[in-house]
């Protein structure tokens, strides 16, 4: 799981600029949190919001750490050529008015991000 201010930097190349829809396949950890919450995401350096809320099929507390799910995070411009996309996790706090209210739960388990585009997309190297 991710740490408060731990980052995930991604570089991919693009045939061509397109839209493309972006998910993440993690596990919410028990966590009924939304994503623009959680996580600071920059594509090419502008800052991506998602309403993207992750909950666990089978209603929050369900600790199931191998049960991940795709969530769709946003909609997206890539750029034709070099692609930078950095997720920084900064806390999925306890609900306000509880003992946990101030304690930054563990990050979710990530298993990947992947993108549904016309574009030709292929890792940079």
Partial sequence: G??????????FNSDIGAKAKMYFMLNPRGCEDYCSDTYTI???????YSSA?????????????YHFQKYEIAEIEL???LNTLVIEFHGNYGDPGTEREN???????FDYVSFDTTANVSWAK
């Fill in 103 to 109: 304690v930054v739960d563990n990050g979710h388990n």
């Fill in 2 to 11: 991710f740490k408060e201010g731990a980052k995930m930097t991604f570089e």
């Fill in 42 to 48: 920059t594509l090419n350096g502008e800052e991506i």
């Fill in 53 to 65: 809320q992750f909950t666990l099929d089978g209603g929050v507390g369900s600790w199931f750490w």
């Fill in 79 to 81: 750029q034709e050529g």
